[in-house]
């Protein structure tokens, strides 16, 4: 399986911008379906947003659509969440997640995670 090494993390003041980008290594993912998850302190951990293995499906939690996009670079084997307009709630550690060709994006399938990056949005 793929080791998932998450990045781009930081401070960011409310309304501004982060990328953040996961690098798979040890494995390809070009067969994998991808997806980001948060979770903040004392809360659960939540699904962000999903892509499929193609790239031609996503998937966000309804309080980040319209803000975050989720994509990837198989050829890199990268994949990549861009946040907008960000908010505090937003604040949390982010995983990047990878399950073996699900033939939809679902949150309960991922199966393989990396370490996480930090991310604080400022009020």
């Known amino acids: 399986q793929a080791q998932l090494v998450e990045s781009g993390g930081g401070l960011v003041q409310a309304g501004g911008s982060l990328r953040l980008s996961c690098a798979a290594s040890?494995?390809?993912?070009?067969?994998?379906?991808m997806a980001w998850f948060r979770q903040a302190p004392g809360k659960e951990r939540e699904f962000v947003g999903g892509?499929?293995?193609?790239?031609?499906?996503?998937r966000y939690v309804d309080s980040v659509k319209g803000r975050f996009t989720i994509s990837r670079d198989n050829a890199k084997n990268t994949v990549h969440l861009q946040m907008n307009s960000l908010k505090p709630e937003d604040t949390a550690v982010y995983y990047c997640?990878?399950?073996?060709?699900?033939?939809?994006?679902?949150?309960?399938?991922?199966?393989?995670w990396g370490q996480g990056t930090q991310v604080t949005v400022s009020s």
């Open positions: 892509i499929s293995w193609s790239g031609g499906r996503t």
């Open positions: 040890g494995r390809a993912i070009r067969s994998d379906a």
């Open positions: 997640a990878a399950v073996y060709a699900p033939y939809d994006i679902v949150p309960a399938d991922f199966s393989r």
